[in-house]
Structure formats: structure tokens, C-alpha cells
């Protein structure tokens, strides 16, 4: 199973591995919306699985907020060999004052795995390879011993390096391996792994895992496979904007207003996992509803956590213009944070669905 190169990422850096800050995007507004947030100049790189995407024209180096939006739309609508492009990782720009190559794979006829480092690294790999062998150095690694730090430095040395830079790459390459046996990986590399004058930084990630093992790694199996973020948004004719998530709660959350006499203005699923910048970007499109006169936000806490929730909750009404009433049934995961953050701002809220939806048309019938 390959992993995508922001998923690859947050491995190295549960490992050790310096990486750059970066955050996923689904489209071109929350590009821009994140690239505005980090307020340093970003990369747009294309998350797709096959290699050479660099070249294929994958990777964006926008110099305004313009161009993040027009090379984020560009990247969005792109197929990479036949991989369609779906999400988008927006990227701190590193300074690169060098790149270098290190990979670690499994060499199936000498049954060991290989590792191999170059101080060339960059997107000519595969030609280096081709035309100049010998500028990859490959040695391998008895699995059934420990690989211990002097032995990767001396790979590092054997890379033809600069003294000072002996240490701190065979430090990388000894976290790379121990991330290649964790997780069961037929091949990790870093290409590049750039020098920066902040150190060593994994500028990119190629991570694949042997099916056979997937299993052991259930929740990084998730993460890889989910789908975009987006959610399901439906205009209906009534008032009261009906916000849940997952698609069933969200239908409940409906059924009740209509029970207690009221009208839905919108069904609007969140799905699961909706971080506080999810909540905020979901009340933002209701209160964008002209209809909508009471919003009635219904969050069961499982992944979702109730803090997030109240938080986006905050954030969004802050930030907004338009007065609107609004009614929250917030239970689950932290739920007693969250609550306290929602009382705190003076946000009313409910625990039952039942009540809050008899309120939220109790509040539309006073308007
Ligand atoms: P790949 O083509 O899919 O392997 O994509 P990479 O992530 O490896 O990026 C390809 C090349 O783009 C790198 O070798 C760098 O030369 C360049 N690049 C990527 N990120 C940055 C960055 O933050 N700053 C600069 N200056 N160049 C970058
Ligand atoms: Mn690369």
C-alpha cells in the first residue's frame, strides 16, 4: 500500500525527521485560506501516488494569493499518469541549499533490505542511476541484527559529505530505517532531503507498506484511504439550517425539526472527523444562506471532539456578520471542555437532540 506524501510526512515526524510545516487542502479557497494562515510563501504540491510528479508539472510555486487560487484550481483540476488529483498539500517554501537522496527498500534476491544515499538528490535521480552508478552508494542491512547508529554515520560518510553534515545524516538515515521496520514498509525514502539553515529536512516522502501487513496498521490505512473533505451540502425550502455529522444524524437532526413543527433550510453533513476549521467553514456556508433564520448544529462527539466543535462554533459566529440565532446539541468526545467553551462565549446548547430541536423551532416561531 502507498501512502501520500503529506501521510508519509507526519510518520517521519512521529519519528524525528524534520519536516516542513504544511496543511492539506480539497480546494482552491482553503489553499488560499491556508496559505493566508501560515503567512510565509508556500509550495502547492499535488498528493497523488505515482512518482515524477514534479516534473509532470505537479508542483506549484505561487508568489501571491492570486496565483496560490489560480495554481491551486490548475493543480486540482489535473491528472497525474492517469492519477487524478485530489487533494493538495499546501507547503512552507524551504530554502534549499542541497538536496540529497536516501531510500531504503527491500532487495528481494539478496533478501536483505538495501539502502541506498547519494549527496545528488533532486528529481534527476533516476538518471544519476542510470548514467552514473556509482554515485549511489548501496549497502545493506542484516535484519536480523540491530542497525546501530555507527553503521548508518558510516553510510553517511561513504556519501562524500561534508564532515559536519556525517552525523546528522546518519542520524536521519538511522530514523528512517526504524520507521522502514515499524511499519513494515517495502520501500522509504526521502528525495530530497534538503539542507536548509534550519538542518536536514525531509522535503518530500515515498512510503509503501506490504499489503500482507496492512493489517497491523489499521488507523494509517484510514487516513490514507479517505475520501475529500468536503461535505454534503443540500438547499432545502424551510428556515432552520439542519447541520450534523455523518449523513444519518444529520437526516435525524431534520426529521426532529419537522416532528417539533419546524422547517429545514438546509441538510448539511459534516461528515466524521470535523476539525474546528471544518465547523467554522460549515456555519459559514449556512449563515451565507439567506433563508436561514435558526441554526440548529447537531455534533454526536466520536473522532469529531466536542472542544473542536465549540470552537469552530466560536470562531465562525465571531468572524461572521449576520446575527443568527443558533442551537447546539453537543455531546461526545470532550464534551465537558466544549461545553464549558460554549458557556464561557454565552452560546446556549443542549445534550438531547430532542430538546434542542424543540428549541431551535421554538426560536424560529418567536422571530
Ligand atoms: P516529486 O517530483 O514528486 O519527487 O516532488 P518533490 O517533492 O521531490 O519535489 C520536486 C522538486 O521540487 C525538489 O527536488 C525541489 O527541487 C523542488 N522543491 C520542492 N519543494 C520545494 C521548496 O519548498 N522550495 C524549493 N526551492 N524547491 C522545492
Ligand atoms: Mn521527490
Known amino acids: 500500500?502507498?501512502?501520500?506524501?503529506?501521510?508519509?510526512?507526519?510518520?517521519?515526524?512521529?519519528?524525528?525527521?524534520?519536516?516542513?510545516?504544511?496543511?492539506?487542502?480539497?480546494?482552491?479557497?482553503?489553499?488560499?485560506?491556508?496559505?493566508?494562515?501560515?503567512?510565509?510563501?508556500?509550495?502547492?504540491?499535488?498528493?497523488?501516488?505515482?512518482?515524477?510528479?514534479?516534473?509532470?508539472?505537479?508542483?506549484?510555486?505561487?508568489?501571491?494569493?492570486?496565483?496560490?487560487?489560480?495554481?491551486?484550481?490548475?493543480?486540482?483540476?489535473?491528472?497525474?499518469?492517469?492519477?487524478?488529483?485530489?487533494?493538495?498539500?499546501?507547503?512552507?517554501?524551504?530554502?534549499?541549499?542541497k538536496e540529497f537522496f536516501l531510500s531504503i527498500s527491500i532487495d528481494r534476491a539478496a533478501k536483505q533490505p538495501i539502502i541506498m544515499v547519494s549527496k545528488e538528490g533532486g528529481v534527476d535521480i533516476e538518471e544519476l542511476a542510470i548514467k552514473y552508478p556509482n554515485k549511489i552508494i548501496k549497502s545493506y542491512v542484516n535484519p536480523l541484527a540491530e542497525f546501530l547508529p555507527y553503521q548508518a554515520r558510516e553510510i553517511a560518510k561513504k556519501m562524500g559529505v561534508e564532515s559536519n553534515l556525517i552525523s546528522p545524516l546518519g542520524s536521519v538515515i538511522s530514523k528512517l530505517y526504524s520507521l522502514f521496520q515499524k511499519y513494515d514498509a517495502q520501500i522509504a525514502e526521502i528525495n530530497p532531503l534538503i539542507l536548509t539553515d534550519e538542518g536536514l529536512i525531509a522535503a518530500d516522502s515515498k512510503l509503501e507498506i506490504e499489503n500482507d501487513a496492512v493489517f497491523r496498521h489499521q488507523n494509517l490505512a484510514k487516513v490514507n484511504n479517505y475520501k475529500s473533505k468536503e461535505f454534503a451540502f443540500v438547499k432545502l425550502d424551510g428556515d432552520i439550517a439542519v447541520i450534523g455529522n455523518g449523513a444519518g444524524l444529520t437526516l435525524t437532526g431534520m426529521d426532529m425539526i419537522q416532528l417539533k413543527g419546524g422547517k429545514p433550510a438546509t441538510f448539511l453533513d459534516i461528515g466524521g472527523g470535523a476539525s474546528e476549521k471544518t465547523i467554522k467553514k460549515a456555519l459559514n456556508l449556512v449563515l451565507n444562506y439567506p433563508p436561514v433564520k435558526v441554526v440548529f448544529l447537531n455534533v454526536l462527539g466520536g473522532i469529531t471532539r466536542a472542544d473542536d466543535v465549540a470552537k469552530g462554533v466560536i470562531a465562525a459566529l465571531n468572524s461572521s456578520d449576520r446575527k443568527v440565532n443558533i442551537v447546539i446539541r453537543l455531546t461526545g468526545t470532550n464534551e465537558e471542555e466544549g461545553q464549558k467553551l460554549l458557556k464561557e462565549a454565552g452560546i446556549p446548547f443542549e445534550i438531547s437532540m430532542e430538546e434542542a430541536a424543540e428549541k431551535a423551532v421554538i426560536i424560529r416561531n418567536s422571530l
Open 1 to 97: 500500500m502507498k501512502f501520500f506524501e503529506h501521510i508519509g510526512k507526519e510518520i517521519f515526524k512521529e519519528e524525528g525527521i524534520s519536516i516542513l510545516e504544511g496543511h492539506v487542502a480539497y480546494t482552491a479557497e482553503e489553499a488560499v485560506d491556508i496559505a493566508s494562515d501560515m503567512e510565509k510563501p508556500v509550495v502547492l504540491k499535488s498528493q497523488v501516488k505515482v512518482g515524477g510528479r514534479g516534473k509532470a508539472g505537479g508542483i506549484k510555486f505561487p508568489k501571491n494569493s492570486g496565483e496560490v487560487f489560480h495554481m491551486a484550481s490548475e493543480l486540482l483540476n489535473m491528472e497525474i499518469k492517469g492519477e487524478k488529483v485530489k487533494h493538495l498539500l499546501v507547503e512552507e517554501k524551504a530554502d534549499i541549499k
